[in-house]
């Protein structure tokens, strides 16, 4: 059974840092792995999705990596700002799965503080 | 503006009573789910849709019921037979039906209390 593990559950930083969140699956046979952010009561807004034939995609200040055979991701926010607070979830599409349903992780809440 | 919407956004219910959920997209998705969000925990999918008048459970399906009659709908209920139906439900789609390589999109949710 696929399981998401992101670490840490839980992480402050100072405005302008450069950060990295890390997802870890345990089975690599997945078509994507998608990055999400969460803020407080809302629903989930999609930042990136990786193809499981690409090793990294960018948007702006942020870049998604991954390693298939390894079964890691890493999602690296440059020069943060407290805009940029909420909560990041990943979540793998298991190539052996019925109707595209992803698994996710338990999340990592990130503050910048100003 | 092309999206999901979910109603209503907080909902109050007595222990006992059947609720109605609402999901809308008009982003011509074939695909439609349901995910159910506690604290401290991940996504857990309730029911799924790949396409009209199907649909099929999911991880925690218990308690719950689905329909998928147009396209562009899929509302949850949650029966009375749910043992902990206090939690924020969320709503999504995406493109294709079958496994594939596609992105889902999310609606905003709805906060469900049952007292």
């Known amino acids: 059974k696929q399981e998401v593990t992101q670490i840490p559950a839980a992480l402050s930083v100072p405005e302008g840092e450069n950060l990295v969140l890390n997802c870890s699956f345990t089975?690599?046979?997945?078509?994507?792995l998608q990055w999400f952010r969460q803020d407080p009561g809302k629903g989930l807004t999609s930042l990136l999705l990786?193809?499981?034939?690409?090793r990294e995609q960018t948007s702006g200040r942020l870049n998604a990596s991954l390693d298939k055979s390894s079964g890691r991701s890493t999602l690296y926010i440059a020069a943060s700002q407290p805009g940029d607070s909420a909560t990041y979830l990943c979540?793998?599409?298991?190539?052996?799965?019925?109707?595209?349903?992803?698994?996710f992780g338990e999340g990592t809440q990130l503050t910048v503080n100003p | 503006d092309g999206g999901i919407t979910q109603s209503p956004k907080y909902l109050f219910r007595k222990e006992g009573q059947n609720v109605t959920l609402s999901c809308e997209q008009n982003?011509?998705?074939?695909?439609m789910y349901w995910y159910r969000q506690d604290p401290g925990q991940g996504l857990r999918l309730i029911y799924y849709?790949?396409?009209?008048?199907?649909?099929q459970k999911g991880d925690i399906a218990e308690g719950y019921s689905v329909s998928r009659e147009k396209k562009e709908s899929f509302p949850l209920t949650v029966t009375s037979a749910q043992k902990n139906p206090t939690a924020f439900y969320l709503c999504?789609?995406?493109?294709?039906?079958?496994?594939?390589?596609?992105?889902?999109?999310f609606g905003p949710g709805t906060r469900l209390t049952v007292t």
């Open positions: 999504a789609s995406s493109p294709a039906g079958l496994a594939g390589s596609y992105e889902q999109y």
């Open positions: 849709s790949q396409i009209v008048n199907d649909f």
């Open positions: 979540a793998v599409l298991p190539l052996k799965t019925s109707g595209s349903r992803l698994t």
């Open positions: 982003l011509n998705h074939d695909a």
């Open positions: 089975d690599s046979a997945i078509y994507n």
């Open positions: 990786i193809q499981s034939s690409q």
